[in-house]
């Protein structure tokens, strides 16, 4: 048996909105310690790992470590359904190969339950090294989409440099070229308007645009994006989503042969 | 021009 119920049905609709293009289909694992999700690309150039803890939940209770494998699609059109206040609770037991959404609205006047169809899912978990980082650029999350954006329109492909100074995004393309430096800003009234550049040494990388604005979907789950860079390593994009876990994208860079 | 590297030639298969 599983269940478990968050209060705003809102916040995993917006997380599954954000990754569903990426990935149609995914395995979600419930265990004690919450519910985690890691998912390639169909092109296997990128990679989703969702975190969020049962901790983070109202309720949360997995009698055994379980998987529910969901088509993202469908289970994004069951989640728009819920009012934008709704609580949410999923329920699912091994008997049967559904799991249940149940949105109440915040007065209990309405209770709606839907019931999407699981299905058995074959994919490959890659382990992720705990690596050390040589560069971790913080900053808006807003900041950071308007960027690649900004870039996706020139270019295909961004160069991202970090020095101790500042992170450089470059493209170029037929009708030209685009570079936006961000230097680092401490000094903000809110912690989430900072751009903080922690570098152990200068790194310079370049990776597909369509990736990272892809990525950006998930802006509005986080003030703040987080950027580890590592020459000839994958970047990684997080988004912590408040008190109950993340979402971090991960993306193999272009490397001259 | 660089080439574009799979994930899992990153990350080791579990």
Redesign the interface.
Known sequence: MFEAQMAQAALLKQIIESIRELITEATFEVSGTGMMLQA?DSS????VALNLRSDGFQLFRADRPFSMGMNLNHMAKMLKCAGKDDTLTMRADEANDLVTFLFESPGNERLAEFELKLMDITS??????DAEYSATVSMPSAEFQRIVKDLGSIGD?VEITVTKDDVRFAASGDIGNATIKCRQLLDTEKPEDRTLIEMVEPVNL?F?LRYLINFSKATSLAPSVTIKLSTE??VVVEYKLSDIGYVRF???????? | QPQQRGISSFFGRQ
Do not use: F, Q, R
């Open positions: 390639m296997h150039v990128s990679l490959e978990n890659l382990g992720i090294p492909t370049t597909a390593m994958p991960y993306l193999a860079p272009k490397i001259e042969d």
